[in-house]
């Protein structure tokens, strides 16, 4: 138990260095990505210990996650399409 919540947590410190301290959108994504799935790794833990219900919650967060990727997508590639770069700091104004 205490090397998956060990796994959880260094995923977790992965996926919030790389939103600190990237601009660019799309390794956002891929911080918060690996943030929700470090909860689903403990949320899986958890269950196996005290209560299989929080296998339903683990599913929620991935379909959360899944819909959460594609409008961000979605959105970057229509942020790429006019402005030809997805770095957030070049970006002042998204009214178009």
């Given at each position: 138990?205490?090397?998956?919540?060990?796994?959880?947590?260094?995923?977790?410190?992965?996926g919030l260095g790389i939103v600190l301290t990237?601009?660019?959108?799309?390794?956002?994504?891929v911080g918060i990505e690996l943030m929700l799935?470090?909860?689903?790794?403990?949320?899986?833990?958890?269950?196996?210990?005290?209560?299989?219900?929080?296998?339903?919650?683990?599913?929620?967060?991935?379909?959360?996650?899944?819909?959460?990727?594609?409008?961000?997508?979605?959105?970057?590639?229509?942020?790429?399409?006019?402005?030809?770069?997805?770095?957030?700091?070049?970006?002042?104004?998204?009214?178009?």
């Amino acid at each position: 138990m205490q090397f998956f919540l060990g796994i959880g947590a260094i995923l977790f410190c992965i996926g919030l260095g790389i939103v600190l301290t990237k601009r660019q959108a799309v390794m956002w994504l891929v911080g918060i990505e690996l943030m929700l799935n470090a909860a689903n790794i403990n949320l899986v833990v958890f269950s196996k210990l005290y209560d299989p219900t929080n296998q339903l919650f683990a599913l929620f967060v991935m379909v959360i996650a899944v819909a959460e990727a594609c409008i961000i997508l979605a959105l970057l590639l229509m942020l790429y399409k006019q402005h030809k770069h997805t770095n957030i700091d070049q970006l002042n104004e998204l009214k178009h």
